[in-house]
């Protein structure tokens, strides 16, 4: 009877390590909840400073928060249907708010120059994929 309260007692154990294991490892991976204020607070952010387009609506996807660091993709759109050009203006383009201050790789041939100085590299798969998928 020891015996297999021992066993039982061991067993337990390692499950309950295996799961702290796991739980530990997966916390780190899991992206950082916003509020709808902070959410909120990284649009306007992109609307004001990020977008070339005037009186822009944009959408953003947050990547990772590292501190007061935010990295992201905003999909940006005239906020009218008036518009001259409403179906041909879009502006998407990876992020990085520092605090206030919003900065994007410029385009042409600085581009990748400016995503390996501005992002981490474990974020440029993710900024590569949306940059791939506007492509198409």
């Not at 991976?29 to 649009?43: F, G």
């Not at 609506?57 to 990772?64: A, N, P, Y």
């Not at 501190?67 to 008036?82: K, L, V």
Request: charged content about 25%; hydrophobic content about 35%; overall charge negative.
């Amino acid at each position: 009877m020891g015996q297999k309260i021992g066993r039982f007692s061991l067993g337990i154990s390692v499950m309950l390590a295996v799961s702290f294991a796991v739980t530990s490892c997966g916390s780190q991976t899991e992206p950082i909840s916003l509020s709808d204020q902070e959410l909120a607070d990284v649009v306007n952010a992109v609307q004001d400073d990020g977008t070339v387009i005037d009186s822009a609506s944009c959408q953003v996807e947050v990547f990772r928060i590292d501190g007061s660091t935010t990295y992201g993709w905003a999909t940006c759109a005239p906020s009218s249907e008036t518009a001259s050009d409403a179906g041909a203006q879009a502006d998407a383009f990876p992020f990085r708010l520092d605090g206030q201050d919003l900065r994007r790789p410029d385009e042409g041939k600085n581009y990748q120059k400016d995503i390996d100085e501005l992002f981490p590299e474990d974020l440029r798969s993710a900024i590569s994929q949306h940059t791939t998928g506007m492509a198409k």
